[in-house]
């Protein structure tokens, strides 16, 4: 691919290549809830590849769950579909880098401005598969009014509407249900999004036979991914893309490593042949083992490092991992604080927190702590609440780093007078409602004086609607995260420059 270089250094954007500017002209055999990076550099980069191999056949139709999509959907209309992903690291002990146009995308469609457009597709004979990724905030059940018309707020919500719009079109018929994947990091993520549909269906009171439909004919089925798909490199962008003569907004970057395991052996795979086309695919009867491994530890991991990252001014992942304070932290707290509460052999676990440590240290990769932190409040509860409580079961005592970085996590959600004039962080992306539920609990100092640590953990751990039960109930875990707490307020920044 050439392309000149404009008089004063400046590159033409994608759009203006023939490759930006080839619509996919497939018919739409997927509806995706998602438009960020995770999903366009994962399933769409697979879609691409089996399409290119010839085994597959079908285009996208991408669209928005939450209103903040917008401006991403609005980059994807402007190069008709197509971005850039560029796949680097290391892999079998060599140097990978690939660079791709992926042009999947057959339509874009933004449901809180073109929800007749939105609903449209649900007549199209063509479609078959429905994938998802909005975060472990966004496969729940949220109470809405019926009303067709207008969009509703949840994806889980949309989704509702859009199948009973397919089942009047199609008068129930049977061959004309979907195969739902969502990618979400939750346990029988297939089985969760299944309830939540029929919930909204009981409490929309329709009918018996839409509810028989969606159990019959379609497909739910619980999935588990695994890559580390990173954002826009705002720090080498300006160079890659004097390089490539090019340049492109919406620009990805993922490590070679993928998995997507998918809970489905009775003929799913010919339908989607992403094995065939040498994709790390893999239908099984069991996700458990997958599902420990990656959501406690990998995703685990994740975690802790955003919290405990983020509170003591770190960036990136790779950042985290070189910290002379921090770098080992990581490590101890997967070995000696998660695995003990995987029922899994030992060495199949080691094994894969090395693994693990090693993407992690991937040179090619900048992941970002804020990206990572984004729905922190969820994914703590997912991710690392299940070990604290295995751990604790155990040993009869509270994880230290597991702890720490729940204090942190609570200290990043702090109220907006307590932030330190020079260490403020941005302000958290999370469910606004669990946000000010946690701002909320932090309980004044004597006489008003900044806030007490031990009545802000004890009141914070007890909020059911953010941890889904009781936290206090633990024996030592709120004196544990107050004293992380009291630490934080004695920095007078919130910084513990020492690591752990």
Known sequence: MTAKVNPGGAVPGLAQLPEGQAVCRLPVKVLQFGEGNFLRGF???????CNAQGLFGGGVAVTQPRPAGKPNLEKLKAQRGAYTLLVRGLQDGRKVEEREIVSVFARMIDPYEEWDAFLALADSPELEFVVSNTTEAGLAYQQAEWNPGAPVASFPGKLTVFLYRRFVTFAGDPERGLVHLPCELLERNGDLLLNIVLRHADDWRLSEAFKRWVRASNRFVNTLVDRIVTGYPREEADGLFA???YSDPLLATAEPYHLWAIQATDGLESRLPLAQAGLNVRWVEDLTPYQLLKVR???????MMATLGLADGLSEVREAMEHPAWGEVWERALRDEVLPGLPLPRAEADAYVSGTLDRFRNPYIRHRLTDIAMNSLSKWRTR???SLKAYAQAEGSIPVVIARSL???IWLYRPRDAYAADGAPAEPRDDETL??????AWAPGPAGGGYDPARTAANILRLEAVWGEDLTALDGLAEAVA???AERFGRGDGRTRSGA
């Not at 399933?43 to 590849?49: C, F, G, I, P, Y």
């Not at 530890?297 to 975690?303: E, F, K, Q």
């Open 483 to 485: 004293a992380s707490l």
């Open 384 to 386: 690392l609440l299940p």
């Open 297 to 303: 530890i990998l995703n685990g991991a994740h975690t």
């Open 435 to 440: 946000v000010e539920a946690v701002r909320g």
């Open 43 to 49: 399933v769409d980069w697979m879609v691409q590849r």
């Open 243 to 245: 390089a490539w003569g």
């Open 407 to 409: 204090a942190a996590l």
